[in-house]
């Protein structure tokens, strides 16, 4: 016999594809089959549960599994099989009817939060001196020792996040904002923070400046003579911080609108809704004739407040207004001339304060 030479295998030749006339045709179902079992609906009480690992339902194959909490079972969606049963129940174990029992039961933390300086999950060794008398006396160097060092081993970053977070704290609740804006402000202090622009500049101030600035862009606009007054920072040093801290950190905010400060402006001086919202309509109508344009946002808010409570009957007089908002009292007597000119409402304003001084007369 003669042996093959050793080599590669002759290749396998291709089979020949049938032409589509002479493949089978798919199967169809019967006119009188019976109709497909319709899908389980969402119900009261079944939630989606993660499908097995192999595969989905070992019935039909569909991987639409919930999950029965009640009784503990994973069902398909689709054929109603139970997957699974006797699932193990993760949730709490313990209930609570008041606060106190939830306060007291509890064993996690609040959620984390960038206004605090270690997103509120900090490692501490006892709370004061009275956990000192809580261990043994041949222990309590070692415990006081450890606590000491603990508090050594800080980082100067976080010293110093720590500082400011409680200053922006104070500034937050004296000027009565939102969570937001103190959640924004920390997230933009870290920021400067972490691109070194706070050294060599007062930790006051950046607050102050990322205050200003968060303020008019969230919609809720604070003057600087506040923000000055409530931190005790100099309105020319939180004006040039301002500027650098917007620069480096590429923050692009558009001029205040005078509409923004008539909400807070009209509930300092106690002024209804009705009053406010006709001030916004002055606002507006002066703005389309191009007479705000330039001026002092808060200047132009005062007079308007001022026009629309003369026409509404709560009158205020330029000196109440001027006290309550901080502002001269001939900035308000200008925008108010320029605006009842301009909107043809002069005679109408002018008429309804001759009246008020005739009532108080």
């Known amino acids: 016999m003669k042996r093959k030479p050793a080599g590669r295998k002759p290749a396998r030749r291709a089979a020949k594809r049938k032409p589509a006339a002479a493949r089978k045709p798919t199967r169809k179902a019967p006119a009188n089959a019976a109709p497909a ?22 019935e039909c194959g569909s991987r639409n599994i919930r999950m029965d909490p009640y009784r503990g079972e994973s069902v398909c969606g689709a054929c109603g099989s139970v997957v699974a049963e006797s699932l193990i129940d993760v949730t709490q174990e313990w209930r609570a009817f008041d606060d106190d029992q939830r306060s007291r039961r509890v064993r996690t933390g609040a959620v984390l ?10 490692t501490e060794i006892g709370k004061g001196r009275g956990e000192l008398f809580k261990v043994s006396s041949k222990k309590r160097a070692q415990y006081y020792r450890l606590t000491k060092w603990h508090k050594r081993l800080i980082k100067s970053r976080d010293r ?34 972490n691109k070194g622009l706070v050294r060599g500049r007062s930790t006051e101030s950046i607050i102050a400046a990322l205050l200003y600035t968060t303020c008019r862009e969230e919609g809720a606009p604070r003057t600087l003579d506040e923000i000055s007054k ?37 509930s300092l001086l106690s002024l209804s809704e009705k009053v406010q919202v006709k001030a916004v309509d002055v606002l507006d109508e002066a703005a389309k004739r191009d007479v705000t344009s330039g001026k002092g946002p808060i200047g132009v808010a005062a007079a308007a407040l001022y026009i629309a409570a ?9 000196r109440e207004v001027a006290d309550v908002i901080g502002v001269t009292e001939v900035t308000i007597r200008n925008r108010y001339k320029e605006m009842v000119e301009t909107l043809g409402i002069k005679d109408e304003v002018e008429e309804r304060v001759k009246e008020e001084e005739l009532l108080k007369a």
């Open 113 to 122: 939060t960038p206004t605090k300086h270690d997103q509120g999950i900090t």
């Open 160 to 193: 110093n996040l720590s500082f400011a977070l409680s200053e922006l704290q104070r500034l937050v609740s004296l000027l009565t904002l939102s969570k937001a804006i103190h959640e924004k402000v920390a997230k933009l202090y870290q920021q400067a923070v």
């Open 230 to 266: 409530a931190s005790g920072i100099n309105k020319k040093d939180i004006g040039k911080t301002y500027r650098y801290i917007a620069r480096k950190l590429r923050i692009r905010i558009l001029p205040a609108k005078a509409q923004d400060y008539v909400p807070r402006f009209g």
């Open 37 to 58: 079992q319709q899908p389980l609906q969402r119900s009261e009480g079944f939630i989606p549960a993660p499908p097995p690992r192999k595969g989905g339902c070992p």
């Open 310 to 318: 003369v026409l509404s009957g709560e009158k205020k007089t330029q």
